[in-house]
């Protein structure tokens, strides 16, 4: 967890800093960094009042640069006269505020600079990318996926790139407000805060969405590839899993950079001979590298086994080694989708639910087990019945 050490001895600005910042960021005041764990993410803020005479500004800055290398440093201060400001610059501060400033510029420098620390040094979340041509497939199987990982205790984030509205919307019946503009809008002061205050979140199972047209059915203007790949490395920042449906991204540098990113890539494709070649011409023009390719999976969506262009041909065509088929029911799927209730929620996920537990890695309970410790316990209680 990312937390701000002040050095200081000042009472009333720590109790600033925390105010500035609420409750999801820790403040901790000490008067030597040798007292402080500086291994994780975080900034170091320097109380320019607290800096002994015999020592310059430039030289504490240094110094703290030296013991907490990768944390951002701000400078806190009464001389906000611009030699002085200048001076913290180029010392290595990478911000300077006014000790009396606004709650509100304090949180935004503070928090750019946390989700700095946080991208470069934090523990990040799973990256799931989920690539194909059929965008409702991936959509449908991106957000079952997204709920696996949610009901299973992660803390998710669902991504849904689909043009020209959120199918994952629909899927999960959310009302989406917030859209990647708004997020990349507000990605110099978004926190933990921010996004369970701006994300669309499914009550039953916890999980948050974000799509790309906000809810409006337009493409977003005025934001790029590295806008984009900025923000995803935030998100992971403040997600145990987040899983990307692809959608209507066709960018092969963004692709290509997210699929480096991910720590997996799901290629959903049918039993067709054109999805297949749409599919060998897709990650043609994307050009994984050997090391993402490696991780890269074969999903053979609506699985029939009567189809002679079964799994193992298609993943040999396309130079994939493992492949996973997802068997559905067309027309639960549709009902699923046109209801608003997920195939991953229903009360007996069957096959399918199976599936997508084996694709997010998560146990799958054997029925036989659950029987037998039914079993047992009911044994176990007849018996205490009869001795009392």
């Known amino acids: 967890m990312a937390t701000i050490s002040l050095l200081s001895v000042d009472r009333t600005l720590e109790r600033r800093l925390c105010e500035a910042l609420g409750e999801h960021v820790a403040v901790e005041m000490i008067q030597s960094l040798e007292l402080a764990d500086m291994a994780g993410p975080g900034v170091v803020v320097i109380d320019h009042a607290s800096v002994p005479a015999e020592r310059s500004l430039a030289s504490s800055i240094a110094q703290v640069l030296l013991s907490a290398p990768g944390r951002g440093v701000v400078v ?90 959120s199918t994952a919307e629909a899927y999960l019946d959310l009302k989406v407000d917030y859209g990647l503009a708004a997020a990349i809008a507000d990605i110099d002061r978004m926190d933990t805060s921010l996004l369970s205050d701006a994300l669309a979140r499914h009550e039953e199972s916890g999980l948050s969405l974000l799509t790309f047209d906000g809810g409006t059915g337009a493409e977003p203007a005025g934001i790029g590839p590295n806008d984009i790949i900025g923000l995803v490395q935030l998100l992971r920042a403040n997600f145990g899993q987040v899983v990307l ?89 549709r009902n699923a989708l046109n209801a608003g209730k997920p195939m991953m929620l229903d009360q007996d996920g069957g096959p399918y639910a199976q599936a997508i537990r084996r694709i997010c890695n998560i146990a799958v309970p054997a029925k036989g087990s659950v029987i037998a410790i039914d079993r047992m316990r009911r044994a176990v209680l007849r018996r205490l019945e009869k001795t009392a």
């Not at 994307?286 to 993402?292: E, G, H, Q, V």
């Not at 390719?293 to 065509?317: C, K, N, T, Y």
């Open 76 to 165: 806190a201060t009464d001389d906000m006269q611009a030699d002085q400001v200048l001076q913290a610059i180029r010392a290595g501060a990478a911000d300077v505020f006014s000790r009396n400033a606004d709650q509100k510029h304090v949180s935004e420098v503070l928090t750019r600079l946390l989700n700095t620390s946080l991208t470069a040094q934090g523990r990040l979340g799973g990256l799931t990318l989920v690539i194909g041509n059929e965008q409702e497939a991936m959509a449908i199987l991106a957000s079952d996926m997204a709920l696996a990982h949610s009901r299973n205790g992660a803390s998710c984030l669902l991504v849904d790139c689909t043009l020209p509205c």
């Open 245 to 333: 449906g692809a959608g209507s991204l066709r960018h092969p540098g963004l692709l290509r950079e997210l699929a480096s990113q991910a720590t997996a890539v799901e290629l959903v494709c049918s039993q067709s001979i054109g999805e297949l070649d749409s599919c060998r011409r897709l990650l043609e023009k994307i050009s994984l590298d050997t090391a993402t390719a490696a991780r890269l999976r074969l999903l053979v969506w609506d699985h029939d086994p009567r189809i002679l262009l079964d799994g193992r041909r298609m993943a040999d065509a396309l130079g994939i080694n493992p492949v996973m088929a997802v068997q559905i029911d067309r027309v639960r799927a």
